[in-house]
C-alpha cells in the first residue's frame, strides 16, 4: 500500500467533543447493521449460503445479505473475477453509497490464485477498487469469513475501515488500470470526480491524465423522449 | 447494468421492454444472466448471457500436469464437485490402461452418492427460495453441512476434496467413519417427512411448480437434456444403471421417473433419487468393511509422467446430468486437449431460453433450479 497517499491524522482533541462522541456512536452502529451485497463472481459463493443459514448464523453479527447495491454496505467479491465480470464489479461498486467496503474472499481475489495462468480473469482485485479485507483461503471456511467479517466489524468501529475515501483519492490510478484491461474509452455512468467534490475528498492523484481520456471519449447524453400515443402497437401473438 | 452501450437508444414505440435479468440479481444462480423481452410481465424472448465465470478451463489443463489437473478439475462444477474429478481420474486411467483396486472403486462410489446427496438439498434449498420459502433454504444447506462434516473427515475438504487420484484414491477411511456415516443418513431420513410437508406438498410449491417450464421426451432428447430432467419427461435413462462404471452392477437401486416434464416433476425425480442414494449408501456401509486390499494402484512418479498417446470419451452420472470427460494425449507429460461435456451448457443455455418464453417473468429463477443448472460449468 505504499503508493497510497498518506492521509493526514486529524487531531483527536480538537471540535466540539460532543460531536466527537456523536462520530464513536455512528460507527459503532454503522459497525453493528452490516448489508452485505452477495454478489457471486466466482466459487467462494458456495461457502455464505452455510455462513448465513443456520448453522454458522451470521445473522448474530448483525450481518443480513442486501440484493440492491444502493442499500448495501459491504460488496463481498467471492472468488476469481473474470474479466466481463470485473465491468458489473466495478460499475456496482460505483453504485453502492458511501461508506462503502469491499472484502475480497478467496485466493484468487488476492493474487490470481489457481488461475495465475488464465486469459480470462483479473488476477489482483486491488489495482481495480480498494480492498479493506482479504480472507484468503481455496475457499476459506465459514468460520473463517465470519471471523473475517468481524475483524471488518472492529476496523469500521475504530475508524480505520476508509478505504472508500482512497477511490476518490487515487481515481486516477484505478482508472488507469481499468483503462489497460477495458480499453481507453472505458466509461462508467457514475460521476466520481464530482462525487469527490462534493465529498471534499479531492486528492493528488484524483485527476491526471488517465481522467483527461474520460472527458476526451465522453459522449453527451441524449434525453429520452417518452411518448405515451395511440400510435403503439399491440404485440403480435 | 451493461457498460458496453449504458446510453439511450431510440427505439420505436411498443409495448414490449427488454430486460437485464442478472447477473447481480437475487433470484439467478450463480452469476449468470438472461436478456429477456417482455410484454407486461409475460416473457416473449429470452438469451442466455454467459461468460461471466469463463476461466479457461481446457486451456489451462493443456498447460499443466496430468496430476496437476486433478486439483483443478473440480473447480469447474462448484456444487457437486465430486463427480468431476472421479471422470477425470477414469479417463487418464484409461489412457495407461491402470487397473484400480476393489475398495478404491466402493470408496469412489461412496464419495459420489454423498456428493449427489449434498447437491441434490442444496438445489432444493434454492428452489425453495424462488418460491418464497426460505425456511427450506435454511433447512436444506444446514442438513448439507453435516454432509460436508463427513466430506472433511475422509477427504480433508469441505467442499473440493481432491479424494480421487488416477489408480485410486488418495486416503483410507478414518477409524468408526461407517458408523457416524449411518447416524447422519439416519438423521437425513427422518428430515425427509418433515421437507415433505414443509416443500414437497406444499401448495405454494405445487401450485406454482406445475406447468411451468414443461417441455415433452421428443424435445428433451432433440435438446441434449439429461440427468434428472431427462427422467422427468419419463425415460428412465441414468449412465449408472446403462452403461455402469465403478461397481454400479452390483448395486440394487431404482431409477426415479415422472411423466409431466415440468418443474414439479423435475423436483420430485430429485426427492426420489435422494432416497435412492440413502439406498446405495447403505448398501456400501454393509458391504464396505468385507473388501480388502490396497486403495491405488501403483503408477509412476506423478511429477514426470508420460500418459501413452491415444484418446478417451468416459462418462458418469453426476447430479446435474450425463458428464463426459474426452482427453487426448500425444504421449507427452501434459494433456494434449481436454474437452468437458457438462450437463449445465445444455439445460441453462438453450433448454433455459426456450421454456422461459411464454412463462412470467418471476417463473425464470423457478425454472432455472429447476433445471439445476450450474453456470460455473456452463462458462468453464
Not at chain 1, 495465475?116 to 468460520?143: F, H, N
Not at chain 1, 474520460?214 to 441524449?222: D, S
Amino acid at each position: 500500500m505504499s503508493r497510497l497517499q498518506k492521509i493526514p491524522v486529524v487531531e483527536e482533541k480538537k471540535g466540539n467533543p460532543l460531536a466527537r462522541v456523536f462520530d464513536d456512536l455512528v460507527r459503532f452502529c454503522r459497525s453493528r447493521s452490516l448489508f452485505i451485497l452477495h454478489y457471486c463472481t466466482g466459487c467462494g459463493a458456495i461457502e455464505l449460503p452455510p455462513a448465513m443459514t443456520s448453522r454458522f448464523d451470521m445473522e448474530r453479527l448483525g450481518i443480513q445479505p442486501m440484493v440492491s447495491p444502493r442499500q448495501a454496505d459491504i460488496l463481498l467479491i467471492t472468488g476469481y473475477v473474470s474479466i466481463k465480470t470485473l465491468k458489473r464489479v466495478i460499475l456496482t461498486y460505483e453504485q453502492m453509497g458511501s461508506p462503502k467496503y469491499v472484502v475480497g474472499i478467496c485466493s484468487c481475489t488476492v493474487n490470481g490464485g489457481m488461475y495465475w495462468q488464465s486469459y480470462a480473469t483479473a488476477k489482483k482485485l486491488d489495482e481495480y477498487m480498494p480492498v479493506d479485507l482479504y480472507i484468503a483461503g481455496c475457499m476459506p471456511r465459514p468460520e473463517a469469513v465470519i471471523s473475517g467479517l468481524q475483524k471488518l466489524m472492529d476496523r469500521i468501529n475504530s475508524g480505520e475501515a476508509d478505504s472508500w475515501q482512497d477511490y476518490y483519492r487515487n481515481y486516477d490510478y484505478y482508472l488507469g488500470n481499468q483503462q489497460k484491461l477495458f480499453g481507453e474509452d472505458w466509461q462508467t455512468p457514475t460521476d466520481i470526480i464530482t462525487e469527490a467534490k462534493h465529498y471534499e475528498l479531492m486528492g493528488e492523484g484524483t485527476l491526471g491524465q488517465h481522467t483527461r481520456l474520460l472527458e476526451q471519449h465522453q459522449k453527451p447524453l441524449e434525453a429520452l423522449e417518452m411518448r405515451l400515443g395511440h400510435n403503439i402497437k399491440e404485440p403480435v401473438e | 447494468m451493461r457498460p458496453e452501450n449504458y446510453e439511450a437508444q431510440r427505439q420505436p414505440p411498443s409495448n414490449e421492454y427488454e430486460l437485464n435479468f442478472g447477473p447481480n440479481h437475487p433470484g439467478i444462480e450463480g452469476n449468470y444472466a438472461l436478456k429477456v423481452k417482455l410484454h407486461g410481465d409475460i416473457v416473449l424472448e429470452a438469451k442466455a448471457d454467459g461468460g461471466y465465470l469463463h476461466r479457461g478451463f481446457e486451456k489451462l489443463m493443456e498447460q499443466r500436469l496430468w496430476i496437476q489437473n486433478i486439483a483443478l478439475v473440480p473447480r469447474i462444477c462448484v456444487p457437486d464437485p465430486s463427480p468431476m474429478e472421479l471422470c477425470y481420474s477414469m479417463a487418464v486411467e484409461e489412457l495407461c490402461g491402470l487397473k484400480v483396486p476393489q475398495r478404491a472403486q466402493w470408496l469412489r462410489v461412496m464419495q459420489l452418492e454423498l456428493s449427489r446427496i449434498a447437491a441434490h438439498l442444496f438445489t432444493f434449498g434454492g428452489h425453495a427460495a424462488t418460491t418464497g420459502m426460505y425456511s427450506t433454504m435454511y433447512w436444506g444447506v444446514a442438513d448439507r453441512d453435516l454432509l460436508l462434516d463427513l466430506f472433511e473427515e475422509f477427504t480433508g475438504g469441505r467442499v473440493y476434496s481432491i479424494y480421487n487420484i488416477p489408480g485410486g484414491v488418495r486416503r483410507e477411511l478414518p477409524e468408526g467413519f461407517l458408523q457416524r456415516l449411518t447416524e447422519t443418513l439416519d438423521y437425513i431420513e427422518s428430515r425427509l417427512p418433515d421437507y415433505d410437508n414443509l416443500f414437497f406438498k406444499n401448495q405454494v410449491f405445487v401450485k406454482r411448480a406445475k406447468g411451468t417450464g414443461v417441455m415433452s421426451r421428443e424435445q428433451a432428447l432433440e435438446w441434449g437434456v439429461t440427468g434428472p430432467n431427462l427422467r422427468a419427461t419419463g425415460l428412465a435413462f441414468d449412465v449408472r444403471r446403462d452403461d455402469p462404471y465403478l461397481v454400479y452392477d452390483q448395486l440394487a437401486f431404482d431409477i426415479p421417473v415422472e411423466e409431466s416434464g415440468d418443474a414439479w416433476a423435475r423436483t420430485l425425480v430429485r426427492r426420489q433419487e435422494l432416497m435412492e442414494s440413502i439406498r446405495i449408501l447403505r448398501q456400501v456401509v454393509e458391504i464396505l468393511p468385507d473388501i480388502h486390499g490396497p486403495i491405488r494402484a501403483p503408477i509412476p512418479n506423478p511429477l514426470a509422467w508420460n500418459v501413452p498417446a491415444g484418446e478417451t470419451y468416459t462418462r458418469v452420472e453426476s447430479s446435474k446430468g450425463e458428464l463426459c470427460y474426452y482427453v487426448v494425449s500425444n504421449g507427452g507429460p501434459k494433456p494434449y486437449r481436454v474437452h468437458v461435456r457438462g450437463p449445465s451448457s445444455m439445460h441453462a443455455v438453450q433448454v433455459l431460453e426456450k421454456m422461459s418464453v411464454g412463462s412470467r417473468i418471476e417463473d425464470i429463477a423457478q425454472t432455472m433450479f429447476s433445471l439445476d443448472a450450474c453456470p460455473p460449468e456452463v462458462d468453464r
